[in-house]
T-cell receptor, first 114, second 111 residues
């Protein structure tokens, strides 16, 4: 089966610019996650969707980050405006359920903000 | 919220040796503890997990142990091979809540 797809793989922008990342989860997976992974650290959850509804966005900096999952399939994460500290790998993951279900990660998008 | 500490941050072993990575967690209600392996340029991949009703779980060369009283769990890799070289992350959750990851351990297995 096809894995989690993400694009672009790499992005370089200047601070105060905007950027968007796209994720297509494994077919049939109802739960979708966006994580931020700063160099040398573990993934940190930004937002979790169950179908097209938000389950947890408590760690999403809502003044600059937004995410949507229209039609409960693919998802877009946007940053506007970007800051230097947003430089990180943005990982998308999906699972067939919540909690004990395995999360399948995509390859990530490496964002560099200059 | 949950806090997960992971040690060591780097670990170098010779091929064939064993490797042990340890994690502690703060939330006594956590009951699900997965381990993920992340190779360079790839996303993390689940390699083994354990729930709090079990003290140990083994899958070929990989095993995980859990001590609920001390709130710590460990990953054991025996007969290490060069392809085991990667970054390993532990994580914890209350099952139906979100995962909290440790900071990772870079394992280097030298031939």
């Amino acid at each position: 089966e096809a894995g989690v797809a993400q694009s672009p793989r790499y992005k370089i922008i200047e601070k105060r610019q905007s950027v968007a990342f796209w994720c297509n989860p494994i077919s049939g997976h109802a739960t979708l996650y966006w994580y931020q992974q700063i160099l040398g650290q573990g993934p940190k959850l930004l937002i979790q969707f169950q179908n097209n509804g938000v389950v947890d966005d408590s760690q999403l900096p809502k003044d600059r980050f937004s995410a949507e999952r229209l039609k409960g399939v693919d998802s877009t994460l946007k940053i506007q405006p970007a800051k230097l500290e947003d430089s990180a790998v943005y990982l998308c993951a999906s699972s067939s359920g919540t909690g004990y279900h395995e999360q399948y990660f995509g390859p990530g998008t490496r964002l560099t903000v200059t | 919220g949950e806090n997960v500490e992971q040690h060591p941050s780097t670990l170098s072993v010779q091929e064939g040796d064993s490797a042990v990575i340890k994690c502690t967690y703060s939330d006594s209600a956590s009951n699900y503890f997965p381990w993920y392996k992340q190779e360079l340029g790839k996303g993390p991949q689940l390699i083994i997990d354990i729930r709090s009703n079990v003290g140990e779980k083994k899958d070929q060369r990989i095993a995980v142990t859990l001590n609920k009283t001390a709130k710590h769990f460990s990953l054991h890799i025996t007969e290490t091979q060069p392809e085991d070289s990667a970054v390993y992350f532990c994580a914890a959750s209350r099952g139906y809540s979100t995962l909290t990851f440790g900071k990772g351990t870079m394992l280097l297995v030298s031939p």
